[in-house]
C-alpha cells in the first residue's frame, strides 16, 4: 500500500511514520510511505509526477498551502484516495466535508484510534481493489475498478472512461453489452449504478448529482433517464449512508 505522510513538523512525521510500520508490521500489511512537508509538494507527486497514493496523512494547519487546500486540489484532479486529516483542532471539521476525508484524528494521536483508522482504511481499499477484464484484439486488459469513472454503451461498443497514468482520462473499448457488463460489475463491486441506458457510473468518481443528471470528477455529465430518475435517487441515498 502506497501511503503519503505530508506535515510540517518533522517530530510529528517521525511519529505519524513510526506508528504506521508498526501497525502494518504487526497485522502483516506491506507498505511503503513518502515523506512531504508542505501540500504543493503533495500535488506535485500526484500531478506532475503521476504518484498514486492509497492513503494520505495529512495535517490540517500547515505553512503555506493548508491541507484542506491541498485536498481540495487533489480531488479537482480527479483523485479519490483516502485521505486522514490531523490537527490539534476540532474547528475545520465543516471544511472537511467538501473534500472527502475518510477520517479526522486530534493531536495528540491516540494509538488505539490510530490502529482503528489505518485497518478501517485497509479494509476499504481492498474492497475496492478488484479488477475488471475485457478482451479486445486478441488481448486481455485488466482495470482497477477504483479507477473506472463509468461505462458508456455505443453502437455495441462498451467503452470504459479511466483515472490513466498521470492522472489523465482514458478511453478504452471491447465489444459486448451493457446489460452483461452490469451483471458482471455490480456481482463484483456493488458502488456502480446504471442511471441509462447508455452508462454505467461509479459512485466513488461522481462530483455531484441533480435528480436529472450526474456530474463526474472530470468534468463530464451525464443524463440520468427519467424511468431510472427515482431509482437512482434511492440507491445514491443509500451509497452516500454506507
Known amino acids: ?39 504543493m509538494s503533495v500535488i506535485e507527486a500526484v500531478k506532475g509526477q503521476g504518484i498514486y497514493f492509497d492513503l494520505i496523512y495529512m495535517d490540517i494547519k500547515m505553512c503555506g498551502m493548508s491541507g484542506i487546500q491541498t485536498a481540495q486540489a487533489i480531488r479537482d484532479i480527479g483523485v479519490l484516495n483516502l485521505i486522514v486529516f490531523i490537527s490539534a483542532y476540532e474547528e475545520y471539521m465543516t471544511e472537511l466535508f467538501w473534500v472527502e476525508p475518510f477520517r479526522f484524528l486530534r493531536k495528540p494521536i491516540d494509538m488505539v484510534e490510530f490502529r482503528n483508522v489505518f485497518l478501517a482504511a485497509c479494509r476499504r481499499i481492498n474492497r475496492t481493489a478488484g479488477y475488471y477484464t475485457f478482451f479486445f484484439n486478441k488481448t486481455i486488459y485488466k482495470i482497477p475498478f477504483d479507477r473506472i469513472i463509468y461505462f458508456e454503451s455505443r453502437d455495441r461498443v462498451i467503452y470504459i472512461c479511466t483515472v490513466g497514468s498521470r492522472n489523465a482520462l482514458e478511453i478504452d473499448k471491447f465489444y459486448g453489452k451493457m446489460k452483461d457488463v452490469e451483471r458482471q460489475v455490480t ?50 441515498c443509500v451509497l452516500l449512508n454506507g
Open 187 to 236: 456481482s463484483m463491486d456493488n458502488r456502480f449504478l446504471r442511471i441509462h441506458q447508455s452508462f454505467l457510473v461509479n459512485f466513488d468518481h461522481i462530483k455531484r448529482t441533480t435528480y436529472t443528471e450526474v456530474e463526474m470528477f472530470g468534468g463530464r455529465r451525464l443524463q440520468i433517464s427519467k424511468d431510472r430518475q427515482k431509482s437512482v435517487r434511492d440507491r445514491l
Open 1 to 39: 500500500m502506497n501511503i503519503a505522510v505530508c506535515d510540517d513538523d518533522t517530530g510529528m512525521i517521525e511519529t505519524l511514520t513510526a506508528m504506521l510500520y508498526e501497525t502494518a508490521d504487526i497485522h502483516g500489511i506491506s507498505i511503503r510511505c513518502s515523506i512531504f512537508f508542505d501540500g
